[in-house]
């Protein structure tokens, strides 16, 4: 059983920097795939990053070049290092691996 928490949201102004946090309460290496998806007000969750146990990276186009993705299997931990952000990046911002989602962590982002 793993469970994921996630943190780090908060409300940064336009061209700022967040980076979230993806504690397992279990191993997460034996995850292949961790992900992190975002939900903005009205919307459906979409894909946002992930990155493969051996370090190859997805983004989404919108993210490319501002988001990085990154994990630490040692202390089971997933992130996201974000710059750039824009408004449009406002959302509810969740880790996911395999049926384990956590509970989501709210990013705004002010312009």
């Known amino acids: 059983q793993v469970q994921l928490v996630e943190s780090g949201g908060g409300l940064v102004q336009a061209g700022g920097s967040l980076r979230l946090s993806c504690a397992a309460s279990g191993r997460i290496f034996s995850i292949l795939v961790m992900r992190w998806y975002r939900q903005a007000p009205g919307k459906q969750r979409e894909l946002v990053a992930e990155?493969?146990?051996?370090?190859?990276?997805h983004y989404a186009d919108d993210v490319k070049g501002r988001f990085t993705i990154s994990r630490d299997n040692a202390k089971n931990t997933m992130y996201l290092q974000m710059n750039s952000l824009k408004p449009e990046d406002t959302a509810v911002y969740y880790c996911?691996?395999?049926?384990?989602w956590g509970k989501g962590t709210l990013v705004t982002v002010s312009s």
């Open positions: 990155i493969i146990s051996g370090g190859r990276t």
């Open positions: 996911n691996g395999l049926n384990y």
